[in-house]
């Protein structure tokens, strides 16, 4: 196979009816409440003509967009040229791109194709979509972009750019990451935080309700008064039945997003850059560089770890002002694909030197206690039979929980890592390369000043990270060693 | 960029070049009166705001508003808040300045709530000279750097003309791109 992607070229015909699709239903998203406020008017047969019209304006728009888009390869970008009434070039240089996405929904599923999306860490925050290849051409433009997306590497010029894809040279061997069968999207689903989940089954018992309610009340009027005793028993039995047909929509609704998120999630580590396909109606591809990423995050609630799992996070470079940035979430990592991650991404954590070691100062747990404890004051400030146990259990149970959430803060730097432990129910750690370091702030207030406590901020393309209640000898002192690290990676005297 | 680990070997913390030993440059001191003009006229607001339904009750007879007659809760709680930022203005100035070394750029702000923040040239991707109406008749400058993210951007605020100047290029040069 061989590719010339110096040609300018246009998407697969069959696009036009992907991108007609995608254009009916940004109509429909900004026109529906024009056409509720059209439906409450008298409709005549002719008003319906508008639907095919429409449909034939969209058409015919997507055909032009379909013509006028076109892309191709330079020397070191990536351009394309779209837009009907007001032209624009695109030009996308290599190394600004973060990630190189394919995925293909259901019509594309459909005619083979597959769509192309390329994120890049600009200030404008826009991302090209190609939404209709064929899969070997876009397999082919994938593979070109990634092996440029690190810049020029040794040996290699920048000469020998467009055209000449060869597959064979572009694979580096891969070692098997995380996949997922039926059983494990199970169990991510059940493990899911169910309480937003629980919302939707809320709303939706809600609406079955609403009917009822008329209906019973004009019930209960032809009731004797007698039965309405029992009615209302009735009632308070219902109470349970729908907290269980919640509970059962909230873990059901879970399990189908995980499912169709998830499906057939399998991943791969390469040399220098991770691959990830998922997803059941629209399946993505992913292929990230371990340098374009900046920060990973392992996360896991107590049901995630009885089951050996946790949930990763990795995040790329945000836009201006925290928008944009490609994340990506895999659930259902065990211990040793932890170990297998870090070890390809942060090498020094493996080797173990730990250059700092920090925990909180003792006077954060004293704050926490404070703040946990106040509604115990509240309650102890009116002291009666009652209210004294209550407060007493309250100070109890908060004195227990916040020494083990103060005992599980905990910040450790390697040499080029910074790996930050937080959360004792919910658990985080949170892992950065001192490298890719934006910036490091160092703050407090006068109170905390006098006592020689601040926090320490590291600012990362893909947003600040803040441990807090740290010993100001040993943060300045952290700092000069960040500061350190990202001047022998980066300094104009190193290179 | 990975850190090679071979150049980089043994590192005595001890030995490496303090942030807090540099000395700050402070920013012009016009900016000082900028800012305790734009406090004044927040408290003169703010005060009037408070006051007029008072005034209203006593003066305009409208009985309506008696319940403003206890007048000094608020204009107390005013009062300290408008001491609380006033020391936060006057004596955070003295702690506002940036300083540049080799390769990277330092800028302190605040009494009250503290924070200094260092930049490394390398990560810089722009900056940018803005002057709004006030500080263009004053003659400042406020200089704005942008990092990937924009989570570690700075904003270096009430520079003179030539100060503001001379950092830009500075950085400009310092900037790889």
């Known amino acids: 196979m061989n590719l010339d992607l110096a040609v300018p070229r246009r998407q697969h015909p069959l696009g036009v009816i992907i991108l007609a699709t995608k254009f009916s239903w940004h109509v429909a998203k900004a026109g529906w409440p024009a056409l509720l406020g059209l439906s409450f008017g008298n409709i005549k047969w002719y008003h319906l003509l508008v639907v095919p019209a429409v449909f034939l304006v969209v058409g015919g728009f997507a055909f032009v967009y379909y013509l006028r888009f076109r892309f191709y390869v330079e020397a070191d970008a990536l351009i394309v040229e779209r837009g009907i009434f007001q032209r624009e070039r695109l030009q996308i240089p290599f190394e600004r791109i973060q990630a190189v996405q394919l995925f293909q929904g259901p019509i594309q599923q459909l005619f083979g194709l597959t769509g192309l999306r390329v994120d890049t860490a600009g200030s404008s925050g826009n991302e090209v979509e190609l939404v209709a290849v064929k899969l070997m051409e876009a397999e082919g433009l994938q593979q070109f972009l990634r092996s440029k997306m690190d810049g020029p590497r040794e040996g290699e010029s920048a000469q020998d750019v467009a055209g000449s894809s060869s597959p064979d040279t572009a694979l580096p061997e891969a070692d098997p990451l995380v996949s997922l069968g039926w059983a494990d999207l199970l169990k991510v689903g059940f493990s899911q935080n169910h309480i937003r989940s629980a919302f939707i089954g809320l709303a939706v018992v809600m609406s079955l309700f609403q009917g009822v309610e008329e209906q019973v009340s004009a019930w209960i009027a032809g009731l004797p008064v007698m039965a309405l005793a029992f009615a209302g028993l009735a009632a308070t039995a219902l109470i349970l039945p729908s907290l269980v047909l919640m509970m059962f929509i909230g873990v059901a609704t879970s399990v189908v997003s995980v499912v169709l998120k998830y499906w057939k999630l399998h991943s791969t580590l390469g040399e220098d850059s991770l691959s990830l396909q998922m997803g059941l109606l629209r399946r993505n591809v992913f292929e990230v560089p371990f340098q374009k990423i900046h920060l990973t995050e392992w996360k896991s609630n107590w049901l995630r770890r009885a089951l050996g799992y946790e949930t990763l996070r990795i995040q790329q470079a945000q836009a201006e002002g925290g928008r944009g940035g490609v994340r990506i979430f895999i659930p259902a990592m065990q211990a040793h694909h932890r170990s297998a991650m870090e070890e390809r991404l942060y090498p020094d954590i493996t080797a173990g030197e730990v250059v700092f070691d920090v925990v909180p100062a003792r006077r954060l747990r004293w704050i926490l206690l404070a703040f946990a404890a106040s509604p115990a004051l509240v309650v102890l400030s009116s002291p009666q039979g009652v209210n004294v146990l209550m407060g007493l259990l309250w100070l109890g149970l908060v004195f227990w929980t916040t020494g083990r959430r103060y005992s599980s803060l905990h910040m450790k730097v390697y040499r080029n890592a910074v790996v930050l432990e937080r959360g004792w129910f919910w658990r985080t750690r949170t892992l950065i390369k001192l490298s890719q370091l934006q910036g490091v702030e160092w703050k407090r207030h006068a109170l905390l000043e006098r006592r020689r406590i601040g926090h320490i901020v590291f600012h990362t393309a893909a947003g600040a990270e803040r441990f807090g209640y740290m010993d100001k000898g040993k943060a300045l002192a952290l700092r000069n060693f960040a500061l350190n690290q990202v001047h022998s990676a980066h300094g104009r005297g190193a290179d | ?177």
């Open chain 2, 1 to 177: 960029m990975e850190i090679p680990t071979m150049v980089n070997p043994e590192i005595n913390l001890s030995d490496l070049p303090d942030v807090e030993a540099v000395t700050f440059l402070p920013v012009s001191e016009k900016y000082r009166t900028m800012r305790l003009a734009l406090w004044g006229s927040v408290q003169v607001l703010l005060l009037a705001a408070l006051l007029s339904p008072y005034l209203l009750y006593r003066f305009g007879g409208e009985e309506d508003l008696a319940a403003f007659s206890q007048w000094w809760w608020p204009v107390a709680a005013q009062a300290v808040l408008a001491i609380l930022w006033g020391l936060e203005e006057w004596k955070g100035f003295e702690r506002r300045g940036y300083a540049v070394r080799d390769r990277d750029i330092t800028y302190r702000t605040g009494w009250l709530f503290r924070s200094t923040t260092t930049v490394p040239f390398g990560m810089i991707q722009h900056s940018e000279l803005s002057q709004g109406p006030i500080s263009r008749m004053m003659g400042l400058n406020h200089l704005k750097i942008f990092t990937a993210g924009g989570s570690g951007n700075l904003r270096i605020a009430g520079l003179a003309e030539e100060d503001a100047q001379t950092l830009r290029s500075v950085i400009e040069g310092r900037t790889r791109r």
